[in-house]
């Protein structure tokens, strides 16, 4: 099975109330297509598909997309609160929440404070769900990351999260938040399950993970960045190249996009002015092969034989981001994604043939290395 990447129907944003968890979670899993949401926004479900790391401790606010706030619009959002929805998403993936968790934690936010990460509040309230003094101190309840993950573990002196709440998956939305936040508007929550559904649902969005600044911001985290600028753009059979998305052929003449080889193309040559070479093997021979098992950064190349491929060729390639996920175009009829934890999905650990490292100076075409 391909990677565990699944749409969000447009059922999803369009459904009255997110009634319970179960049929959620059924529209998520199972499908692996890109499916558009009531304003016809295309879109891609990236659900974790490994043991991520442990959602306890740590306030650190590197909980955030691999696409930057200020590079993306969702309509509606202004920048901070489309960052902080990233920050709820991040930390829900991390904790390994499943997405109806994330719905019930934005639409609270939503109701609480507008997604805004406010300082004041009802008495001592603060922050994205107002969160009151007996939840933490206030470095904690006005740090994005560290809120969320309070919301969906619980905080000091007994405060329960969502992940304690009983049967919390099969509670319609208003009574999962409510069993949390304790409000003395209980039925308030309910009207924000369309839009907090349309918020996860945007690529932006979904896309978010939690972890320091990849590659300490050198290049492998600039290719990262440059080739997430297009996710959610068509796959295109020939189609892309160093200066972006275009026109292929063949399977892909009437469609405007990248195909594999061309996104990391693009990336490499936006972030770092490498110019790769613009077919899988030929990028493969070009760059510095790594030892197996070797330690991977941000802008590695990952390279996937096939059993019918013929000795020597690779048929895909993707982008590592340093944090064990995948960014590519994956095929016809798909848009580029993110594969969560792409070493633990069946479908790309049993094709895995090669990883390599394109030269990172300013200016440099990769030429070839050798094995």
């Known amino acids: 099975m391909p990677a565990a990447l699944v749409s969000v129907a447009g059922a999803l944003a369009r459904r009255a109330v997110v009634r319970r968890a179960v049929k959620v979670v059924a529209l998520l899993v199972p499908v692996l297509l ?3 949401l009531g ?4 879109v891609v479900v990236l659900v974790a598909s490994a043991p991520s790391r442990p959602g306890h401790g740590g306030t ?7 696409v930057p706030a200020a590079q993306v619009v969702v309509a509606g959002l202004d920048a901070e609160q489309l960052s902080n929805a990233q920050a709820i998403v ?3 993936r991390e904790a390994r929440v499943p997405p109806y968790g994330w719905v019930v934690a934005v639409a609270t936010a939503l109701q609480e404070s507008t997604l805004h ?6 008495r001592d309230s603060l922050g994205l769900f107002q969160q009151r003094a007996g939840w933490g101190d206030a470095a904690k309840r006005l740090d994005p990351a560290s809120s969320a993950r309070m919301f969906y573990r619980g905080g000091a002196n007994g405060a329960r999260g969502l992940l304690e709440v009983p049967a919390w998956q099969l509670l319609p939305l208003t009574e999962a938040a409510q069993a949390v936040q304790h409000s003395a508007f209980p039925d308030a929550y309910a009207v924000w399950a369309d839009r907090a559904a349309e918020i996860v649902a945007s690529p932006a969005v979904l896309s978010a993970v939690c972890a320091a600044p ?6 492998g985290s600039s290719v990262i960045a440059a080739g997430s600028r297009y996710l959610g753009t068509a796959y295109s059979w020939g189609g892309g190249g160093l200066h972006g998305p275009s026109l292929g052929f063949g399977p892909g003449a009437d469609t405007v996009g990248f195909d594999c080889s061309s996104l990391a ?4 040559f ?4 490498v110019v790769l070479p613009r077919v899988t093997d030929a990028q493969a021979a070009a760059t510095r092969h790594l030892p197996r098992g070797a330690p991977l950064r941000a802008g590695d190349l990952l390279f996937f034989h096939a059993p019918g491929d013929p000795p020597g060729s690779y048929h895909h390639v993707g982008i590592f981001d340093g944090q064990g996920n995948m960014l590519h175009a994956p095929r016809t009829g798909r848009t580029v994604e993110v594969v969560h934890h792409v070493f633990a999905d069946p479908y790309y650990a049993s094709q895995f043939a090669l990883a390599t490292r394109p030269a990172a100076s300013t200016g440099a075409t990769v030429v070839a290395s050798g094995p």
């Open 34 to 36: 890109v499916g558009g």
């Open 39 to 42: 304003v016809g926004v295309l």
């Open 60 to 66: 650190g606010t590197g909980c955030s997309s691999i």
């Open 90 to 92: 991040a930390v829900g």
């Open 117 to 122: 990460n406010l300082d004041h509040g009802d």
């Open 214 to 219: 990849v590659g300490g911001g050198g290049p």
């Open 265 to 268: 193309q693009y990336a490499w």
């Open 270 to 273: 936006t972030a770092a002015n």
